[in-house]
């Protein structure tokens, strides 16, 4: 080993605190498998088993900057999303232990923090107010005071102080810059001090300079006692030294993991020298791609990682006779499932021109490998690369494991057996339950686990104020997302008005109020379509926080029914007011407007509904256009109830029209009172609208009932529907 990769990992090691390299994230057979449509030999489709990760195992030393890294199509954010639980319970298999206990998937979430690679962040709220409001989210009831200290800490060790009261901004409005928003996302998912950090590409997008001041952040965070696993691609040099651990992953196969330094030493093991001022970790990559591009594939490498024997020669790299490949006897490998690369071809024609391990001479295999797995679980400075002496032991010692390994976040099938690495998806279970009570977790640690308090860190009723708070400010910085609304329904109301002045008691007036009474109702409904983008530019947002228990998702729903609550009775008013006298409109004013505010409140409701089901606005905008077609064609002003053939007349029921547009009609027309020649009733009557008084009431219970139902399913959708896992 050269004296500068000893000099470089010096760097790291001295820089902030001691490195605690005891605990941190230890993984055991790590496998993802998906079904694919793919064309067998045939031409045929089949669903075919693929592994997106195949029998992974490794290590992430606690205190340190774990980075996995690997070429396009590595299954890098897939390791990530596995050891994070972001992927659905039946799709993966393996172990995960985090500082010497199992962990389940929801254990996972409440020590960890998981940063995306995109920033989502509310654009009108400052550095020091999101921040303020993640301490609300995570802290708890502690004293306002120390949130304060805790928030102000967090600034000046992110580097943030003079972008302390700036706007996050996004593509309308300026704000902090890409390292500064990184940074403050960063930052929010940190500020209750998580023992478990995952971070996807956080330098994707960014400068130079601002992807080392990130790295540089995340890596004072790690030495202050955290483990730290990020994906990177391609760092810099000054990046490189930031990083204590690499792992190395190339079509979801392990190919490396040790020190970066160590990457010179296993490539003089494989038989490859690192040309002169090269970096090693990229021309490393590079041999990956070689050997994938190759009829050899990862697989070798992967052997060469896991057992020590050396892979064949690219013949690119050194000619070999093809008479010494053909000659050699076939493979007595155990069987394996199909990897990505393999599965992508169809088949594996290459399975006849792969080298066999067992082919290969005693001198091909390196026994100059050192353990870097002691005893204690603890790892040091100075140890390297995890490798075990023979394929065969390497299984007898992964089966030992699988058969004394609790019930905890991945747990393996009894009947798997030996030779086969890949257990079937279905063999993933989870018994959050067995784990806290199993008596082979190690003392101490397992009782950490045990005791980490409630799932939310506060009540219902402090998070619905909390998010309150939230979008009242964000309302108040963005007032045109309301009071464009407030704007439409002033002017069309002053037309209405002005349109249909002092209509007279004939039939033309009749029919005049008939057309306000629909357009009205229309004109409410379509007043509600701008909450179908804003909703789903916040949906990301409600994934992202929910992901680890920040708030509820029925706290969310109620907290914004409120917010909308006080806005939508200011735009029924408005409308209101302007329209009644002008028109001479009859009966009771109060219900007049109610009647105005449920109709806004369950239309509404509906819209969100749809925004939380739909996966971009463009959708959105086509399905609440299309509704609002089919419930205008069926709320009885075309066709009357009695008119409407029975096997439509479910739609009649189910439009959210109807109720509003039949109770404004009986507010009008439910007296004896003569309108011209026609009494009130009888109007009613040639509109197959029942006149008895107590219906009157019933439609405006039942656009309540709209509301709530919307707002259920809305609630159900986020619940159930809005998680940021894999399948």
């Known amino acids: 080993m050269n004296s500068t990769d000893s000099r470089g990992l010096d760097m790291v090691i001295d820089i902030g605190k001691p490195v605690n390299m005891t605990g941190g994230l230890e993984f055991s057979g790590l496998t993802y498998t998906v079904i694919k449509k793919m064309k067998d030999i045939n031409g045929a489709w089949v669903n075919q088993e693929v592994d997106l990760l195949h029998d992974i195992s490794g290590y992430a030393p606690k205190g340190c900057v774990t980075a996995v890294m690997g070429p396009s199509g590595a299954g890098k954010s897939t390791f990530l999303d596995g050891l994070a639980g972001r992927i659905a319970s039946g799709s993966l298999v393996g172990r995960v232990v985090l500082d010497g206990a199992d962990v389940s998937p929801s254990l996972i979430k409440r020590t960890s923090a998981y940063i995306m690679q995109d920033d989502r962040l509310f654009p009108m709220l400052t550095v020091y107010e999101t921040l303020m409001f993640a301490a609300d989210f995570r802290l708890g009831p502690i004293p306002r005071a120390e949130k304060r200290q805790r928030v102000e800490s967090l600034i000046e060790q992110l580097g943030l102080s003079s972008s302390r009261n700036t706007y996050i901004g996004d593509e309308g409005t300026r704000g902090v810059s890409g390292g500064e928003r990184r940074r403050v996302s960063i930052g929010v998912d940190i500020i209750h001090g998580p023992s478990l950090l995952f971070l996807d590409e956080p330098t994707s997008g960014l400068d130079s300079t601002s992807a080392h001041s990130v790295i540089e952040k995340v890596h004072n965070i790690a030495r202050s006692g955290s483990t730290v696993i990020l994906t990177i691609h391609q760092p810099s040099s000054r990046i490189l030294l930031l990083l204590d ?8 196969q392990l190919m490396y993991q040790g020190p970066p330094r160590d990457v010179t030493f296993h490539l003089d093991r494989m038989g490859r020298k690192v040309p002169k001022s090269g970096n090693a970790i990229e021309y490393f990559i590079d041999v990956v791609q070689e050997y994938d591009q190759s009829e050899l594939g990862v697989e070798v490498l992967a052997e060469f990682a896991l057992t020590g024997v050396k892979p064949p020669e690219l013949a690119s790299h050194k000619e070999m006779p093809a008479s010494s490949v053909n000659s050699l006897p076939p493979a007595a490998l ?4 199909k990897s990505r690369r393999q599965a992508s071809e169809g088949h594996d024609d290459r399975s006849s021109k792969r080298l066999p391990l067992q082919a290969l001479k005693d001198g091909d295999f390196d ?70 009570t199993h008596s082979s977790l190690h003392p101490g640690t397992a009782a950490t686990y045990q005791h980490l308090g409630p799932k939310f860190t506060n009540s219902f009723i402090s998070e619905t104020w909390i998010l309150m708070r939230r979008n009242f400010i964000i309302i108040r910085r963005t007032p045109e997302l309301f009071l464009s609304r407030l704007l439409v329904l002033t002017v069309m109301g002053i037309m209405m008005a002005t349109l249909f002045w002092h209509p007279k008691d004939n039939v033309q007036g009749i029919t005049n109020r008939l057309s306000f009474f629909i357009f009205t109702v229309c004109l409410f409904f379509f007043s509600s379509n701008d909450a179908v983008p804003a909703f789903i530019q916040e949906r990301f947002i409600f994934i992202r926080e929910t992901s680890h228990n920040a708030y509820r998702a029925s706290s969310y729903t ?9 806005f939508l009775a200011l735009q029924a008013a408005v409308y209101a007011i302007i329209v009644w006298f002008p028109l001479k409109l009859k ?55 009695h008119a409407i053939p029975g096997y439509w007349k479910w739609m009649h029921y189910l439009s959210t029209m109807t109720y509003p547009y039949e109770g404004l009609l009986m507010n009008e027309y439910q007296t004896t009172k003569p309108f011209g020649n026609i009494s009130g009733n009888k109007i009613l009557e040639s509109l197959g609208i029942d006149i008895e008084k107590n219906l009157k009431w019933q439609k405006v219970y039942i656009m309540l009932g709209w509301a709530v139902v919307y707002r259920v399913l809305f609630y159900i959708v986020l619940r159930f529907f809005s998680k940021n896992q894999r399948s």
């Open 367 to 436: 026994h100059s490998v050192r353990s870097t797995w002691n005893t204690s679980r603890s790892w040091t400075a100075t140890q390297s690369i995890t490798y075990t002496p023979t394929r065969k032991n390497a299984d007898q010692r992964v089966l030992a494991r699988r058969s004394q390994s609790p019930a905890g976040y991945y747990t393996y099938s009894s009947e798997i057996l030996q030779g086969t690495p890949t257990p079937h998806s279905s063999d993933y279970t989870v018994n959050e339950n067995d784990y806290m």
């Open 587 to 641: 009966g009771p004013f109060e219900y007049f407007l109610l009647v105005l505010y449920m109709s806004l409140l369950s239309t509404n409701s509906f819209v969100v509904f749809v925004s939380s089901v739909v996966p971009n606005y463009i959708l959105g905008y086509a399905a609440v256009i299309a509704f609002t077609a089919l419930f205008f064609l069926f709320c009885g002003y075309f066709l009357d109830s």
């Open 334 to 337: 155990p069987p394996r499932r």
């Open 245 to 252: 651990h690499l792992i190395v992953l190339a079509r979801g």
């Open 558 to 566: 109620i907290a914004g029914l409120i917010t909308y609550l006080p």
